[in-house]
């Protein structure tokens, strides 16, 4: 074993016994022929990969970064919670030392899952990143992390999740929303008022290939992650930006995903989407084991690859080179804009109209945040559904300053508990979640 | 009556048995040099007179193939791979004879590239010039689709040259590892085959058409003409009659655990619900991890004689072990020694062992006896340290089904069983572990009687994937069309039939077909949100035991 080796744990439950529905994308077959490719090449033999058995998350853990309608019971079935699981286990692997990193290659995925979450959207019913980001901060007082979404479809999730937290970074590296689902991730969403520049939207053009992803990691994440110093980095691992994938449009190869992590060099990587199950999951995922465990993934390759088919347009490289600078003048202005974008306000307040696609719900939403400058900030959130379902929440951020805390121990308080079917208090800081 | 003879590394044993009872039993110690002649000198002694002409079949166990690999008397060996893409070569172990061709089937068995016919007429010329009268050829994923192995193998073919393919020695995913097998297996084709020779010559001494047995790694026995072509398969078959030995010796139907205490090892195994637990993927021979199947064992480094030392942070023992326990004559003291001290043995020079422990007794500041009881209680809660260690490893093995991860069969020891070494810690360590211990009666040739009464174990993999219309049972070199709606039920159907083909045709004898279903998956392929047809995988086996109970014995 060369020097470059690293201890990697791989948690695979591939749930061969559960699928959204019969003909879904996220079905029982979707990582047999990976399994086939990681079992052949022998991967779980070489003594720097471990293999290890997903634990399975409680409701408590899903309760720190969601408000669940009704409740995270009614919204989960034990493949989430297995799922979620597997995410906490490679954390708590890397976490406690036993590996350097960990591949979570789990399913169902869960980036398209939102703070409040009335149901599926996009495949996913609960974020699973965000459940593993805030067991870590929980259990072992990890301040600053940063997740990297390099699924082909925009972590809108995830982002909705951190939108007003300074301490999460969350990079989402995906298909021009004009073009594909869930729609957004625009280099404008740049975060809440107490974390701009915590949320940053690359959007690539169809027909992206190795070379343009390449390009937005070493000019747009790698610089910006050198910056941030996070204390751990979490890629968000969809494999549909693959040539192959039938929901897509993006040119990236098995050998290209390779090298995105092995210069990423994530602590722990989670497996979010990826529906080319056969021509592209089974060499994606061996590529991403091989980088990850430092040894040579330089014989990977799709049977049917060729370069010259699949490279991106000399446009592509326009608009990716025009994009990759116009977020970099973004993040270099991110400490005036504060100013800018809040004037004298004391609470910003975003609105917001979800589809739930998977589920078919439809929600209202109407954000608060409180304008801090020593915390992420304090939010409300009122929410109504097509279900009939009307909530209210109030969520007190991870370091949560005392005015903060006040406040919002006040609305909670104060609500007029008739007006809504449930009123949330999630206090991240402290750990605590009540419903009334 | 049933002549079973254990060749182990320090004694042959041999046992008569007939209707599960010990007739007649023999020990002597094992010639190195000559297998054959241990094999003749253990049983003279009992088939002299006339129960030989009882004798209706002759199984026995032996160090050979295992010796063979660890002693490096081997042949040379040509391997051919056809790697395709994946894991760089380099990570595979090349010498000087490997060669990596074109051509390679994808995960599903489609060929990707097809191969080169020049490319392997030149290794074949290249191999006889180099004087290699022995080749494996290995495709990755060959147990999905045989076909390139097997057009490989006739291009290879030379009456002066032997060839192993991989997708007959298992029908398990692992290319590393069916490397290693087929080369294992090419590796020791002479000097098994020189053996199986004798061992006719052996039997045809003590009756004319007994028919012959060998027992395997997994624990089942195979008709040794038929073994020539899978030498590979009866390496570790030492362990594995030990492991036998307990089932033929006990009444065993739960839970349970048995250990085999040696010198400088102790070695541990599991039974679940009586049956003996295979090795997740195969065995581990001379640091190569191969696809055979086995019998799962862990050994751990303490053992009667492990050498006992007073260290500051308290007592250490093994994992080195420095020649016999002091009442024999060894230097350093032993959990032997202190057995003896404390009492629980009675065998040896009394005062020997009582110096020894002495000397660890004023290092501890404490009193010879009592000194001797904290070795002994300290001896036994290692080994079951590594015990509920092993049971743990046992239960975190990984599943791949939601049902399997919450409802899955977690494997919790009722019972201890010391089947070799000295019994005197067993109640000790039993105690620590909370469970009762149980010490199997003919304790001293249970690994013979254990070869004598295995049965006949086979496995078949099945796949069948209805969208290319085609079934494949890899280590039968077998690929069948099927119709479009060939079933899961259809897939075992068929894998029940080639198995007790195939377990008739390795000797088992029809009441001891005990065939059952250990993976039966179907999944829906569906292309382009269409249904496209069904990927079936099936695996049935033979499970490792004890023949039935019949008139014949």
């Known amino acids: 074993m060369s020097d470059k080796t690293k201890k990697t744990g791989l948690i695979f439950f591939p749930a061969f016994d559960w699928a959204i529905s019969p003909n879904h994308p996220e079905r029982e077959e979707r990582l047999l022929y990976t399994q086939d490719q990681v079992f052949e090449e022998g991967l779980l033999d070489f003594p720097n990969i471990v293999e290890y058995k997903p634990g399975i998350a409680t409701y408590a853990d899903v309760n720190r970064c969601h408000i669940c309608v009704p409740d995270a019971q009614n919204l989960t079935t034990s493949s989430h919670l297995i799922s979620a699981g597997g995410a906490i286990t490679a954390a708590q692997k890397v976490l406690t030392g036993e590996v350097q990193n960990a591949f979570a290659l789990v399913r169902p995925p869960g980036h398209h899952s939102m703070l409040v979450a009335h149901g599926a959207r996009g495949f996913c019913n609960i974020n699973i990143e965000a459940v593993m980001v805030e067991y870590i901060r929980h259990t072992f007082g990890v301040r600053r992390i940063a997740i990297v979404d390099t699924d082909c479809h925009h972590g809108d999730g995830t982002q909705d999740i951190y939108w007003n937290d300074p301490d999460v970074l969350c990079i989402s590296m995906h298909q021009d929303g004009r073009t594909l689902y869930p729609g957004t991730g625009y280099i404008e969403d740049f975060g809440g008022p107490n974390a701009l520049g915590a949320t940053i939207n690359i959007p690539l053009p169809p027909h992206t290939s190795d070379e343009g992803f390449l390009f937005a990691l070493d000019n747009v994440i790698l610089p910006i992650l050198d910056e941030f110093k996070p204390e751990i980095i979490i890629n968000s691992a969809g494999q549909d930006n693959h040539y192959s994938d039938p929901i897509t449009n993006m040119n990236f190869s098995a050998r290209g995903y390779a090298l995105l992590n092995e210069k990423l060099a994530p602590d722990i990587a989670v497996l979010e989407g990826g529906y080319s199950i056969e021509k592209a999951l089974p060499y994606v995922n061996v590529g991403i084991i091989l980088a990850m465990a430092g040894l040579d993934y330089s014989h990977v390759r799709e049977p049917d690859y060729d370069e010259r088919r699949i490279r991106q347009s000399p446009e592509v490289t326009r608009l990716i080179e025009q994009e990759v600078k116009n977020v970099m003048t973004l993040w270099k202005k991110k400490k005036n804009l504060k100013k800018q974008i809040t004037g004298s306000a004391a609470y910003v307040r975003r609105e917001k109209n979800i589809y739930y696609d998977t589920d078919e719900i439809v929600e209202k939403q109407i954000e608060t945040v409180r304008v801090c400058d020593d915390c992420g900030g304090l939010v409300t959130i009122e929410s109504a559904a097509d279900t009939g379902k009307r909530i209210f929440a109030v969520i007190l951020p991870n370091g949560c300053c005392p005015e903060c805390r006040k406040n919002g121990e006040t609305f909670f308080d104060r609500v007029n508990g008739a007006q809504y079917h449930h009123v949330y208090f999630q206090d991240r800081q402290k750990d605590i979640f009540i419903v009334k | ?553």
């Open chain 2, 1 to 553: 009556m049933i002549l079973g003879i254990d060749v182990g590394g320090t004694h042959t044993d041999a046992v008569l048995v007939q209707n599960f009872q010990l007739i007649k039993k023999s020990k002597v110690l094992t010639n190195q040099a000559g297998i054959v002649s241990s094999l003749i000198e253990a049983s003279e002694k009992l088939t002299s007179g006339a129960d030989a002409c009882n004798i209706q079949r002759i199984v026995i166990s032996t160090t050979l193939s295992t010796n063979a690999i660890v002693q490096n008397k081997t042949n040379r060996v040509a391997m051919v791979l056809l790697t395709g893409p994946g894991l760089a070569p380099a990570a595979l172990g090349m010498d000087k004879d490997t060669y990596f061709i074109r051509g390679y089937v994808n995960h599903r068995g489609i060929p990707a590239q097809n191969v080169d016919e020049r490319e392997i007429e030149e290794i074949g010329t290249e191999i006889a010039v180099k004087n290699i009268r022995h080749a494996g050829v290995v495709g990755k994923f060959s147990s999905r689709n045989p076909q390139q192995e097997l057009d490989t193998a006739k291009i290879l073919e030379s009456p002066s040259r032997h060839i192993s393919l991989g997708h007959k020695l298992s029908g398990q995913l692992n290319f590393p590892r069916r490397i290693a097998t087929t080369y294992l297996n090419a590796a020791i084709h002479d000097i098994y085959a020189d053996f199986v020779e004798d061992v006719r010559k052996f039997a045809a001494r003590i009756g004319p058409e007994i028919p012959v047995y060998v027992l395997k790694a997994d624990g089942g026995t195979i008709l040794l003409d038929q073994s020539v072509h899978s030498p590979v398969q009866t390496i570790h078959s030492g362990p594995a009659a030990g492991i036998m030995g307990i089932l033929a010796t006990t009444d065993m139907t739960q839970d349970s655990v048995a250990l085999d205490i040696g010198g400088t090892t102790t070695d541990i195994s599991v039974f679940a619900d009586g049956v003996p637990l295979l090795e997740p993927s195969g065995v581990t021979i001379n640091g190569r991890k191969t696809l055979i199947r086995g019998l799962y064992t862990k050994s751990i480094g303490v053992g009667g004689d492990s050498v006992v030392e007073a260290a500051k942070d308290g007592l250490t023992i093994g994992p080195k072990r420095e020649g016999p326990a002091a009442v024999f004559g060894g230097r350093t003291a032993t959990p032997t020694d202190a057995m003896i001290v404390h009492g629980v043995a009675h065998i040896g020079d009394m005062q020997k062992a009582r110096d020894a422990i002495e000397k660890i007794a004023v290092k501890l500041k404490m009193s010879v006896e009592d000194a001797a009881r904290t070795i002994v209680e300290k001896t036994a809660s290692l080994i079951a340290d590594q015990i509920r260690m092993t049971i743990a490893e046992v239960n975190n093995k990984p599943v791949y089904t939601i049902h399997e991860l919450l409802e899955g069969k977690i494997v919790e020891p009722k019972i201890l069983y010391v089947a070799g070494g000295p019994a005197a810690l067993a109640p000790f360590i039993a105690k620590n572990l909370g469970c009762p211990h149980s010490i199997p009666r003919h304790f001293e040739v249970s690994n013979a009687l254990g070869v004598a009464l295995a049965r006949t174990t086979a496995e078949v993999t099945i796949l069948a994937d209805t969208e290319k219309g085609e079934l494949v049972i890899s280590e039968e070199g077998l690929i069948r069309n099927i119709p479009r709606h060939f079933s899961l039920s259809d897939a075992i159907d068929t894998g029940k039939a080639v198995l007790r083909e195939k377990a008739v045709s390795m000797g088992a004898r029809p009441e001891d077909l005990a065939i059952e279903v250990t993976e039966s998956q179907e999944f829906n392929m569906i292309r382009d949100f269409c249904t496209t047809g069904k990927n079936i995988r099936v695996k049935v086996q033979i499970k490792p035991g004890l023949i039935a109970s019949g008139a014949e014995r």
